[in-house]
């Protein structure tokens, strides 16, 4: 752009400056639909976080379904089923009241397993772990199991270090001690004590992310938390395994004959009933589903060995269980 300087004819006239005025430019009007603005920007992600969280909330939703059906193919357990799913209306309705800045019960979810081996106890702490996770209760949702000689140490400092050590593998999920009424056998002096000294506090320091489950016969469970007057309101959910019915051991037996790609003949289911009535009335802890699963692996391989003296099996007699190969022998 040329400056120009006039002079006038009197010298003593200051200068004029003159500079050439801005050529004219048309205004442009830019679609709307072009612009790129913060505002059009913020409107399209939020539109797009808004679908990724509703599908993120409708996997989860499918997630939660998948668990708790699996739970009802579950045999019996008709009460713990219950407990369950109670549970999970508590904590999704804690949440939608969080949501709505309304009061929420806290959530301590801390569990007592009362029942007798092989009632189902180990299994449920796994799913209620992943239910959790699904839920949004436990970040990971796995579960670390663990009994007395994982967390008691042989020296003074040795059992609140081992026991921190499970704490810190359970972190996100659950840590399931089983026999849990041993570590106040030893009374006082034992290192017992001090274990459960470092979970009390262990539950205080982790409260939002770890679920601790006791589990145990019902009652040495029951003289457990009499021992230490300050257990029993940690664990508010308590859960009795009861022992199954003859129906539901036979119901057992027969899905895991069926996992396997076995069958039951009509004379072979009668004398496993047969069997089974005559273990309940003889062992303490018969009614488990640990028991059953020792018969049937029994069977099968009794069945293996009548079929091995034939030269040639047919896929039939692969399949069939017959009486003669149910036996208590040994058991």
């Given at each position: 752009?040329?400056i120009?300087?006039?002079?006038?004819p009197?010298?003593?006239i200051?200068p004029v400056?003159?500079?050439?005025?801005?050529?004219?430019?048309?205004?442009?009007?830019?679609?709307?639909?072009?612009?790129?603005?913060?505002?059009?920007?913020?409107?399209?992600?939020?539109?797009?976080?808004?679908?990724?969280?509703?599908?993120?909330k409708?996997?989860?939703?499918?997630?939660?379904?998948e668990?708790?059906?699996?739970?009802?193919s579950?045999?019996?357990?008709?009460?713990?089923?219950?407990?369950?799913?109670?549970?999970?209306?508590?904590?999704?309705?804690?949440?939608?009241?969080?949501?709505?800045?309304?009061?929420?019960?806290?959530?301590?979810?801390?569990?007592?397993?009362?029942?007798?081996?092989?009632?189902?106890?180990?299994?449920?702490?796994?799913?209620?772990?992943?239910?959790?996770k699904?839920?949004?209760?436990?970040?990971?949702?796995?579960?670390?199991?663990?009994?007395?000689?994982?967390?008691?140490?042989?020296?003074i400092?040795?059992?609140?270090?081992?026991?921190?050590?499970?704490?810190?593998?359970?972190?996100g999920?659950?840590?399931?001690?089983?026999?849990?009424?041993?570590l106040?056998?030893?009374?006082?002096?034992?290192?017992?004590?001090?274990?459960?000294?470092?979970?009390?506090?262990?539950?205080?320091?982790?409260?939002?992310?770890?679920?601790?489950?006791?589990?145990?016969?019902?009652?040495e469970?029951?003289?457990?938390?009499?021992?230490?007057?300050g257990l029993?309101?940690?664990?508010?959910?308590?859960?009795?395994?009861?022992?199954?019915?003859?129906?539901?051991?036979?119901?057992?037996?027969?899905?895991?004959?069926?996992?396997?790609?076995?069958?039951?003949?009509?004379?072979?289911?009668?004398?496993?009933?047969?069997?089974?009535?005559?273990?309940?009335?003889?062992?303490?802890?018969?009614?488990n589903?640990?028991?059953?699963?020792?018969?049937?692996?029994?069977?099968?391989?009794?069945?293996?060995?009548?079929?091995?003296?034939?030269?040639?099996s047919?896929?039939?007699?692969?399949?069939?269980?017959?009486?003669?190969?149910?036996?208590?022998?040994?058991?």
């Open positions: 752009m040329t120009r300087i006039k002079f006038g009197d010298n003593q200051p400056i003159q500079t050439p005025k801005p050529p004219k430019t048309q205004d442009t009007h830019t679609p709307a639909s072009d612009l790129t603005g913060i505002g059009r920007a913020r409107k399209t992600n939020s539109s797009a976080l808004d679908k990724d969280k509703d599908k993120e409708d996997k989860d939703k499918n997630r939660v379904l668990i708790l059906d699996e739970l009802d579950y045999i019996g357990l008709e009460l713990v089923k219950r407990l369950i799913r109670d549970l999970q209306a508590f904590v999704e309705i804690q949440k939608r009241r969080t949501q709505e800045k309304l009061v929420a019960e806290p959530l301590v979810l801390h569990m007592i397993f009362k029942g007798n081996p092989g009632t189902g106890k180990t299994t449920v702490a796994r799913l209620v772990g992943r239910l959790f699904e839920m949004g209760v436990l970040q990971k949702g796995h579960i670390i199991e663990c009994e007395r000689a994982d967390l008691v140490g042989e020296y400092g040795h059992t609140a270090q081992k026991t921190r050590e499970q704490v810190k593998k359970a972190l999920g659950v840590l399931f001690i089983d026999e849990a009424y041993s106040a056998r030893g009374g006082e002096k034992d290192f017992g004590k001090e274990a459960i000294d470092a979970l009390v506090k262990a539950m205080e320091d982790n409260k939002d992310n770890l679920v601790l489950i006791l589990a145990g016969y019902s009652q469970m029951d003289w457990f938390l009499q021992t230490n007057p029993r309101s940690r664990f508010p959910i308590h859960i009795d395994f009861p022992d199954y019915t003859i129906e539901e051991l036979l119901a057992i037996a027969k899905s895991m004959l069926k996992t396997r790609q076995y069958t039951l003949t009509t004379e072979a289911e009668d004398t496993l009933r047969y069997h089974l009535q005559c273990l309940l009335s003889s062992h303490r802890y018969a009614g589903a640990r028991l059953v699963r020792n018969l049937v692996e029994k069977t099968v391989r009794k069945q293996a060995v009548r079929l091995f003296q034939k030269s040639s047919s896929r039939d007699e692969l399949i069939q269980i017959l009486p003669e190969d149910i036996t208590l022998e040994n058991l």
